[in-house]
């Protein structure tokens, strides 16, 4: 078993649609980061978290400590959103990132 | 946000050449630099560590004399695929760190190597 572990793998969705992407980790981290890929590109940094909540737009990450999960939400979704969105947690103590599976999101017009 | 760019974006060589990806930290110094691969569909595989000033630490099964990674300043680091193969074709992306301590990772666009 993965120490991240992303639901769904993979989401389509109707645009305009909220979207939820969940991350579950089953280790102590210091800080949760959610990565944007779009297809044949490099990694975009939406967030990091070490608590609490942020948003950015039509973006919105939350994470709960004790319950190890973070989630990433998209509200009113376009196709431009279509992407893998992926969490990556910091371990305490590590220096690396331990990366999520990915969620491929499609969402279409 | 900060940015990390990587040169060239796209690379095509011959088997048995050697290609040198260059990874800039443009507006921060970057204590510590992290080299990944991507297969694709796949997630992104961490190949090595590397702080400013000393050796890279890299991950079990990468091969240290194939992938030469230099971190001779806090704005640049280079992965250097010697006598390149067919299977080290991957798309290649760095990833930057400020300071010690910093949790803020900021990533690279990512090289495309091809080998023919």
């Known amino acids: 078993k993965n120490e991240v572990e992303q639901s769904p793998q993979n989401l389509t969705a109707q645009e305009g649609e909220f979207i939820t992407i969940n991350c579950s980790y089953s280790?102590?981290?210091?800080?949760l980061h959610w990565l944007q890929q779009h297809p044949g590109g490099g990694i975009v940094s939406l967030f990091m978290?070490?608590?609490g909540k942020k948003k950015h737009g039509r973006l919105i990450a939350t994470i709960n400590i004790q319950e190890k999960h973070s989630s990433l939400h998209i509200t009113a979704s376009h196709p431009r959103d279509s992407a893998v969105y992926i969490c990556a947690a910091r371990i305490q103590g590590a220096q690396k990132l331990v990366f999520g599976q990915g969620t491929r999101l499609t969402i279409n017009p | 946000g900060a940015v990390v760019s990587q040169h060239p974006s796209r690379v095509i060589c011959k088997s048995g050449t050697s290609v040198k990806i260059e990874c800039r930290s443009l507006?921060?110094?970057?204590?510590?630099m992290f080299w990944y691969r991507q297969f694709p569909k796949q997630s992104l595989m961490l190949m090595a560590t590397?702080?400013?000033?000393?050796?890279?630490?890299?991950e079990q099964g990468v091969e240290k004399d194939k992938f030469l990674i230099n971190h001779a300043s806090l704005t640049l680091s280079t992965l250097t695929v010697t006598s390149a193969h067919p299977e080290d074709s991957s798309f290649y992306i760095c990833s930057a760190r400020a300071v010690a301590g910093s949790e803020e990772q900021y990533f690279g666009p990512g090289t495309r190597l091809t080998v023919t």
């Open positions: 507006d921060f110094q970057a204590t510590t």
């Open positions: 978290l070490s608590s």
């Open positions: 280790v102590g981290i210091s800080a």
């Open positions: 590397s702080n400013e000033g000393s050796k890279a630490t890299y």
